[in-house]
């Protein structure tokens, strides 16, 4: 289940309904979903799809997103390295950013500005959240790198990362 932490008040907030309040008042969307079906640990990308199909279908209708797929992350994959110097830098996208966590964990951070202290979400497995267009963000995989999850586009090429180079993330690697 998902945590926010908030570095700089040193405030962190575990209850999920406290969670989505928190980021909706602020645009990002958190949802907690569970698989129908009982998946194991090497399900194919088609498995998954069809577990949480209840959900994505209306989901995806509701929202205009043509397409689903699942990526998986962790400390096998090659060019790990590469991979984890890309989501750490904050960066834009001109399209939402939706992730859903099957399975591991993952640390979305915003930059919100307008003087609004930036916030670190936790996701774990059942976490669905959703980046806005534009909005400035960064992920960290964690230790040990270890995510599966679905990702979901309207256009898979609006998903390229804009970078913001502002350098804000790497006052919080550690944190």
Known sequence: MAILIIPDKRQ????????????AAR???IRQWQAEVPLAENASEREILDAY???????MAE??????????VNSQTQNLEQIR???LREHTHS????RFFVDGQGYFWFNFENGE???CV???AGDLLSVPAGYKHWFDLGEPAFVKAIRIFIDAAGWVPHYTESGVESYYQGA
């Not at 199909?53 to 989901?59: A, D, G, I, N, T």
């Open 12 to 23: 962190t907030l575990s209850d999920f309904k406290e969670i989505q309040t928190y980021l």
């Open 27 to 29: 645009g990002v969307l």
């Open 53 to 59: 199909r209840e959900q994505l279908k209306p989901y």
């Open 63 to 72: 929202n205009g997103y043509q397409t689903a797929d699942v990526i998986t």
């Open 85 to 87: 110097e890309k989501f």
């Open 95 to 98: 399209e939402d950013e939706v």
């Open 117 to 119: 202290p930036v916030v």
């Open 122 to 124: 936790k996701c774990e």
